[in-house]
């Protein structure tokens, strides 16, 4: 079981928002502003979407964007598009050196 | 352009030892950044293992602590993993990351190597 909490799946139509969450604790989510979401495509390496609760890297695309309020991290993604469905995944930084993941969401564009 | 290539072998037996290499271009690994490792099952999803940096620092899973070891090469520009005691419970894709932090976020990741733990 992943120390972080993600519903398994989501879906929404193009052109349309999706919200995941991302729950823990006052000790990962809660207490640090350390709050990555990852973005993988069947058979690949997971790529960074989101870190730092909010910042986007270059190259990823202002449709996505994220939160934090109390334990729970949300990633939303706005005017979905076809190749946005993939797989999820939060990660926080839950101190003394200690980085913990959720177990991930399946986004479906229908 | 930073690129991360995994490389060690795709089957090992129960009790014995994983040994991991990751070979790192487009960047000196003796610039900095911290160095590391996830794995990756079905049933537990994404698993940070732990992290080194370039002067050999080491940072691990608590729940794995005890079973990890890792270790950087700078002259061959590689780290490595050693995960010992395995048991099928360990069958994973195994993912070479370069880190912002020790326990950061993973910039940069190699594309994998399935490890099977299987007599």
């Known amino acids: 079981q992943s120390a972080l909490t993600q519903p398994p799946s989501a879906s929404g139509s193009p052109g349309q928002s999706v919200t995941i969450s991302c729950t823990g604790t006052?000790?990962?989510?809660?207490?640090?502003?350390?709050v990555s979401w990852y973005q993988q495509h069947p058979g690949k390496a997971p790529k960074v979407m989101i870190y730092?609760?909010?910042r986007r890297p270059s190259g990823v695309p202002d449709r996505f964007s994220g939160s934090k309020s109390g334990n729970t991290a949300s990633l939303t993604v706005s005017g979905l598009q076809a190749e946005d469905e993939a797989d999820y995944y939060c990660?926080?930084?839950?101190?003394?050196?200690?980085?913990?993941f959720g177990g991930g969401t399946r986004l479906t564009v229908l | 352009q930073v690129q991360l290539q995994e490389s060690g072998p795709g089957l090992v037996k129960p009790s014995e030892t994983l040994s991991l290499t990751c070979t790192v271009s487009?960047?000196?690994?003796?610039?900095?950044?911290?160095w590391g490792w996830i794995r990756q099952t079905p049933g537990r999803g994404l698993e940070w293992i732990g992290s080194?940096?370039?002067?050999?620092?080491?940072y691990f899973n608590p729940s794995l602590k005890s079973r990890v070891t890792m270790s950087v090469d700078t002259s061959k520009n590689q780290f490595s993993l050693k995960l010992k005691a395995l048991s099928a419970a360990d069958t994973a894709v195994y993912y070479c990351?370069?880190?912002?932090?020790?326990?950061?976020?993973?910039?940069?990741w190699g594309q994998g190597t399935l490890v099977t733990v299987s007599s």
């Open positions: 990351s370069r880190f912002t932090s020790a326990a950061g976020f993973a910039a940069y």
């Open positions: 730092e609760v909010s």
């Open positions: 080194i940096y370039y002067s050999g620092d080491t």
């Open positions: 487009g960047y000196s690994i003796n610039s900095g950044h911290y």
């Open positions: 006052s000790s990962d989510v809660g207490g640090y502003n350390y």
């Open positions: 990660s926080s930084y839950a101190g003394s050196n200690n980085l913990v």
